[in-house]
């Protein structure tokens, strides 16, 4: 056979290869090794799918083929429309604000020493999960000033710049000189030069009235002024004191404003003292005076965050707080990538900073926002937990979403078809953004 070989005949035949998988394994070991996973995807993934596209076309029963019916619901049921219309705007505001924050913290925080511990800071938040986040900003927009951070920076900002009433309970008593008018008291009868005028109210809390009250004083007769007194006309204990008069316990109402009134209009007016004392001169003559409806006014106790208009930002302020320490994480990955040369050269071409960051920086990191955006459009897609704890009851139906009708159609209202169709509406809402992703990724592995 060497001879044969040597001398030119035909070569003996190859024995036959054996099939192997690019990577050098053999495809029948590769198919076992990867069929338990497989099985697991079509049990946890494929199967739950198919069940919820078919269950989507049949009846509350299950029993009775339904057609379209469930998916006519999505857009006739008024909860799903306002779930919808939630989805819309958490899809445009949350990974838009929650990613030009990250893009904003990158970069501030690129240069400075405390750079590395801000984004610690910043990112913490994804350490905890959405059921605590849920929590604390419902402790957070508690509407009680003195419990809800939020409300008590809010009041605080707010009084700095209109001062609040202390005296907002305060009403005329028995036997009263003074009439409602207008969110105010007024006197029954006009006065004179030279009369002492008393003006006593009732209905504030001893522990309410103000620090700098003190013992209320009997008017003094001036020829030519008008004096008077407004107190706290009440003293504890049945049958002490003298009503309409000031008693030794009894306190004035410092900071209380006196108009005097002719016509209509104000012709002067006053504050009283510590001691509820007020005096006005001759022009008050022939006017009747006036408490305003500005010394009864509410205390300012902020906003009401978790009210009807209000819960839907609310609750997308906390997963900015969540997620922005993602996106600045990211962002920051795809900053320092950037060759600075061009940075540089930019500067030295005349540039502004603002000039660099917006026409070289943010270009060069598209694909990173990009990456960031979708990432988290896919995930607002699915927000549930955050709507279900921090809403209360009276305002979960204003800040429903898609994931939160879908638990409810199928738990709470035992509406499993329309729950059904719910999670396929979802899926499909969801394979665009997905779509986009894989092809945006694939062009980035050609370049």
């Not at 192997?20 to 090794?33: D, E, H, P, Q």
């Not at 990250?102 to 750079?115: C, K, Y």
């Not at 000031?246 to 009134?261: F, R």
Request: proline share 7%; charged share 20%.
């Amino acid at each position: 056979m060497t001879s044969a070989t040597a001398a030119g005949g035909p070569p003996p035949p190859a024995a036959p290869k054996s099939r192997k998988s690019v990577t050098g394994t053999r495809k029948t070991v590769a198919a076992l090794f990867l069929l338990p996973a497989l099985v697991l995807l079509g049990a946890l993934v494929v199967y739950p799918i198919g069940y919820s596209v078919v269950r989507s076309f049949y009846d509350q029963s299950g029993s009775g083929f339904a057609g379209f019916d469930n998916y006519e619901a999505l857009f006739t049921d008024d909860g799903i429309r306002t779930a919808l219309k939630n989805n819309v705007i958490w899809v445009v505001f949350a990974p838009t604000v929650a990613t030009a924050l990250g893009l904003i913290f990158a970069v501030l925080t690129e240069r400075v020493r405390w750079g590395t511990a801000f984004k610690l800071v910043v990112f913490m938040p994804m350490a905890i999960s959405m059921l605590a986040a849920g929590i604390i900003f419902r402790l957070v927009y508690d509407a009680d000033p003195e419990k809800g951070v939020a409300n008590a920076v809010w009041v605080g900002i707010h009084d700095t710049f209109a001062e609040s009433s202390a005296f907002p309970k305060a009403h005329p008593g028995r036997e009263s000189p003074l009439e409602a008018q207008s969110g105010g008291f007024i006197t029954k009868a006009t006065v004179q030069t030279g009369d002492t005028v008393t003006l006593p109210l009732v209905g504030v809390a001893p522990e309410q009235m103000p620090g700098d009250a003190k013992r209320a004083v009997s008017p003094q007769a001036d020829p030519g002024m008008i004096t008077g007194t407004t107190w706290q006309d009440f003293t504890r204990g049945k049958g002490v004191g003298t009503l309409g008069a000031p008693d030794a316990t009894e306190l004035g109402y410092p900071g209380m404003k006196i108009e005097a009134v002719k016509d209509g209009k104000v012709v002067e007016s006053a504050r009283a003292g510590a001691d509820g004392t007020f005096s006005l001169s001759e022009k008050a003559d022939g006017a009747q005076l006036r408490l305003p409806a500005s010394n009864f006014k509410e205390p300012y106790n902020g906003l009401d965050w978790l009210g009807p208009s209000l819960v839907t930002p609310s609750i997308i302020g906390s997963y900015i707080w969540m997620w922005a320490g993602f996106a600045m994480v990211l962002i920051a990955a795809g900053l320092a990538g950037i060759p600075r040369e061009l940075l540089e050269a930019a500067r030295v071409d005349g540039a502004s900073e603002w000039q660099v960051f917006r026409r070289v920086t943010v270009p060069l990191l598209a694909p990173v926002l990009a990456v960031v955006i979708v990432t988290l459009m896919i995930n607002v897609l699915k927000i549930f937990d955050l709507v279900y704890i921090i809403a209360p009851g009276s305002a979960q139906d204003d800040a429903n979403v898609l994931a939160l009708e879908l638990y409810r159609k199928g738990f709470s209202e035992d509406q499993p078809g329309i729950a059904s169709a719910i999670s396929v509406f979802l899926l499909l809402l969801v394979i665009p953004v997905m779509w986009f992703n894989i092809r945006r990724l694939r062009r980035e592995v050609r370049r």
